[in-house]
């Protein structure tokens, strides 16, 4: 069975220091693999994804397929990045994602 | 102004009482989800809608209900609610089944005594 693990429950950093919060899932076929982030109060939002390629808001995750790792990182985090982040994993054409449980991110000042 | 919503956002109750959980989208999106998040476990599919009428089970369906009679509503019910179903509840949607981005509701916070 697919399954999605985020070693860190909680990361405590402090601003301008980088950031790596790791995802790693098992899966034998081709994922996709997927970053979501809560900020306080708010919902649940897309960062981003690993078909894309793309840097949001200094994030970037490149997918590992050889260490089935997804990992995500920044080089100079800030106080707004605090928030609690999602690793999530889809495996198949009905839009199922799987969740790895979270880390949560403080970055102090 | 595209969105999920979810109502009531927050419901005390207690044991056995059924209950029902709304969630509606105005974005014309066939595919509707439910997922529960506990402490430690992230977020867990409860049940999943590719379409009107056509629904599945997720990871964790057990005491719940869907239904999808509408393309915008997907509610969850709650036939008779037990004390290990206490969590925070969210609807997400997306234009497809195929796996793009879910639009997720701003959750519903269910206590059961």
């Known amino acids: 069975a697919q399954r999605v693990t985020q070693p860190e429950k909680l990361l405590s950093v402090f601003k301008g220091a980088p950031v790596e919060l790791k995802c790693n899932y098992s899966y034998s076929g081709s994922p996709e693999l997927f970053w979501y982030v809560q900020y306080s109060r708010q919902r649940l939002q897309l960062l981003l994804r690993h078909i894309s390629r793309e840097s949001i808001k200094g994030f970037t995750a490149d997918l590992n397929k050889g260490e089935t790792s997804f990992h995500l990182k920044k080089p100079f985090a800030q106080e707004e990045d605090s928030a609690m982040y999602y690793c999530?994993?889809?495996?198949?054409?009905?839009?199922?994602?799987?969740f790895g449980a979270g880390t949560q991110v403080v970055v102090t000042p | 102004e595209a969105q999920v919503t979810q109502n009531p956002r927050y419901l005390i109750t207690v044991t056995g009482k059924k209950l029902t959980v709304t969630c509606s989208q105005n974005?014309?999106?066939?595919?509707m989800s439910w997922y529960r998040q506990d402490p430690g476990l992230g977020l867990r599919q409860i049940y999943y809608s590719m379409n009107v009428e056509v629904t599945d089970k997720g990871d964790v369906p057990e005491g719940y209900k869907v239904s999808r009679k509408e393309k915008r509503n997907f509610p969850l019910i709650l036939e008779s609610p037990s004390p290990n179903q206490t969590s925070l509840y969210f609807c997400?949607?997306?234009?497809?089944?195929?796996?793009?981005?879910?639009?997720f509701g701003p959750g519903t916070r269910l206590t059961v005594l």
């Open positions: 999530a994993l889809s495996t198949d054409s009905w839009g199922k994602l799987q």
């Open positions: 974005m014309n999106h066939e595919y």
């Open positions: 997400a949607s997306s234009l497809t089944p195929r796996t793009i981005e879910q639009f």
